[in-house]
């Protein structure tokens, strides 16, 4: 079922801020840190060899586009909820290597996915290799690829695009895509 606004294409568009980073896939790390007991580091190795869930979750685009039927496997969210033990924290800061960031609220958070495979191949570098977070029910630019940080916030910080006037939560359903 599409979202109020939104219409049906075949393929997913890439669409970035930056050209892809460089990854040296030997030295990247998923850095877990903010209000939480446990700060965590994970390679991507250790991401993989981690319980793996296989979900579909549609894209849908703030401009008006969605593909549906995208099968994503990775790492549920609320198992690295579990693993970090958030403490007081409303909002997780997501940061990408090419300098993107997005601020999403937790409740949203812990339904995603940080996705190492998208139609059970690895995801292509365009899409966010080595690790996307894959967040249901917001627009796309909530999913940030090319995942390094995780930061659990107990205030709301604007990413890359709500600096420039996108919704704080960017609930797909309720249409939330300026503020």
């Avoid at 700060?39 to 586009?65: A, D, T």
């Avoid at 390094?148 to 990413?159: A, M």
Wanted: proline share 6%.
């Amino acid at each position: 079922m599409l979202p109020p606004g939104q219409y049906e294409v075949e393929r997913l568009k890439v669409l970035n801020i930056s050209s892809p980073p460089d990854i040296d896939i030997s030295n990247y790390r998923l850095k877990i840190t903010g209000n939480v007991k446990n700060v965590s580091e994970f390679s991507y190795n250790e991401l993989m060899k981690m319980n793996q869930v296989r979900v579909k979750i549609p894209v849908h685009c703030v401009e008006g586009w969605s593909v549906l039927g995208i099968e994503w496997e990775g790492v549920a969210a609320r198992d690295i909820v579990s693993v970090c033990s958030p403490e007081s924290a409303e909002f997780v800061l997501l940061r990408s290597l090419d300098g993107y960031s997005t601020s999403v609220p937790i409740e949203y958070f812990k339904r995603g996915v940080l996705a190492l495979k998208m139609n059970g191949k690895t995801i292509p570098i365009e899409h966010g290799f080595p690790v996307r977070a894959v967040i249901p029910d917001l627009y796309f630019w909530k999913s940030a690829k090319w995942l390094y940080g995780i930061e659990f916030t107990s205030t709301y910080r604007d990413g890359f695009w709500e600096k420039k006037g996108y919704h704080v939560t960017g609930d797909v359903w309720l249409e939330q895509r300026r503020k």
